[in-house]
């Protein structure tokens, strides 16, 4: 699943976490799951994401679904 928001960013959601792009400004980032962070995915397989009306950008794993804030999920 690959996710376009109005600001250009793409949400790339893979086996092996979400990544993050935006051709426009030329960064790169990611969210996956990591053992010991309590506020990261749930898991690495990311089935979609998408922002709801007030920006809030959520994340739906194979073992749920995560509120990304502050660079964070949760």
Not at 19 to 33: D, E, P, R, V
Request: charged share 15%; glycine share 10%.
């Amino acid at each position: 699943n690959i996710y376009r928001d109005k600001d250009g960013y793409f949400y790339i959601s893979s086996g092996a976490g979400l990544f993050i792009i935006n051709n426009q400004k030329k960064l790169m980032g990611s969210y996956y799951y990591q053992r010991n962070n309590p506020d990261g995915l749930s898991n690495n397989t990311v089935m979609h994401s998408f922002k709801d009306n007030q920006e809030n950008l959520w994340v739906c794993t194979s073992l749920g679904v995560n509120l990304a804030t502050n660079g964070n999920t949760g």
